[in-house]
């Protein structure tokens, strides 16, 4: 899933001072699942800033919603009715979707209220971390399972570095050595023969290399 | 609409703690007038960090979390975890300058657990310490309150017993 932060509330509140009609927009996929920007988050930042607002006198009308996803369309179309009522919409959704609601409303500002982090898993009840950079061209199979430009620090494609002790890494001690992982998963399944092969540099092509990138489906289109 | 220099407390608290029967809360609001707002909760798990934010917002000048005590929780860690999410809800009245203190938990005794008018009491005097709160009366900031009268908490009652829509 797509992880993500809550931007300062300096920083948030700095936004969207020049508005009057203040749309909190939520939402219920990835940022709900790391506590960013679902229901209850969307709920709490719109009430912060209504406190906020009265504290200062404004009389700024704050209200809030979430949708299931910001970034399909079908699911922003629910806001059609009253997203006009509003000065500018602050999105609590990754970046794919502010960007799709910012599409399908030219006319109305849309502000992040989160920093877009990562791919990610939920490792443990507050605990996301990084595990997949999305370059287009994966590599698990070769590395056990365990992606070495993900989790490695230093993203190193052949072998590990000579720095990790206990299997942590020598960059940070909450950090495992990626590639004492590998090791140990490809040793488990019989495959330590893989590592023999020398890996090429990265085709980075397939991630950035051509401008923003899309997917194509025949069978999925209208 | 609120009057000035009036204080409201909301205090949530576990239906677990002596005291808390539905009969006892009744003579407790009444005999506070309207200054205390009580809102029961099966565990004090239940509590969200917008319940208190709402309460703030809505009608009170401070808002409150008892809890059972530390390895009391019948749900094992119901107050564990609502600790933490009074600590985040306090961190956010900080980033908007509000003082975090109007917002606060007491885990009651283990030994010799504590009914609720006494732990309702102890709380309404400190945080009545902070006067009334400045969402409320701009630019009134820490003026000694009076405990009295208060507003419409039917929103939070609402809310503690529907889905977080509830709360819009």
Redesign the interface.
Known sequence: MITAEQK???EI?ESIAPFKRVLVLGCNSCVAECAAGG??EA??LA??????A????KDTLI??KSLDRQCVKEFVIQVDEFVNEYDVILSMACGAGVQAVGDMYPEIPVIPALNTEFLGETRDQGLWVENCLGCGDCMLAQFGGVCPLARCSKQLLNGPCGGSRNGICEIRPDVPCAWQEIINRLEKFGGLDRLERIVPPKNWSRKNGGGPRSIVREDQKR | MRRKQEFTLALFYCRNIPGSTEKERQSLEKEYGGALRLFPLPCSGRMEPLHLMKSLEEFADAAYLITCPEGGCRYSEGNTRASKRVARAGLILADIGLEKERIGIIANTLGNPRPLAALAKEIMEKAARLGPSPVFHPGVRGKKARVRKSRDAGPIRQALNAPLDGLR
Do not use: I, V
């Not at chain 1, 009430?47 to 906020?52: G, H, I, M, V």
């Open positions: 300062p509330m300096e509140r229901e209850k709920g709490m009430s912060a800033l209504r406190l906020a009265r504290m200062g006198g209200h809030e």
